[in-house]
């Protein structure tokens, strides 16, 4: 017999078919918001979970947008050349875009840390991922025996040293 987290992450393992109406409905509404929009509760519960995530004081929870695909580089002085030979095409990042995102969100909210993250959707153009965030120096932390580690100084920006999972990925 399967628990309520088992039925919720089968939904999000294909979500345009077995979501299609409520996936529509929120990139649609995600597309307006801003680039980092704290939000109450995470949308994939099971995978927040997971990753460490807990309902309780300290912890924060951020959606996060970013542009897909690789970088695209100016280009200066080179019309009438083909894309091939004038070096702007094929400049892909080092670091996938989820670790790109951290890092962003990590820059925006400097006095918390980034513990995880994982992806809520996508459409054409951009790719949402929210990032969970703790506040290392909430009492409520630094009381749990399972977390406090974090509030630990070697503990410090560990996503700009790429401690997170897909900090982990990069490095390899």
Known sequence: MKGLYQHVRDLWKKPKKTMKPLVRERLIKWRRQERFVKIEKPTR??????????????????????????RSRPLYGRRGRKPSKSGITGFTPSKSLQGIVEARVAKKYPNLEVLNSYPVGEDGIHKWFEVILVDKNAPEIKKDKNLKWI??????????????????????
């Not at 004081?57 to 690789?70: A, D, E, L, N």
């Open 45 to 70: 519960i099971d995978r927040a979970r997971a990753l460490g995530y807990k309902a309780k004081k300290g912890f924060v929870v951020v959606r996060s947008r970013i542009r897909r695909g690789g």
């Open 151 to 172: 509030s630990e100084k070697q503990h410090t920006r560990r996503v700009h040293r790429g401690l997170t999972s897909a900090g982990k990925k990069a490095r390899k």
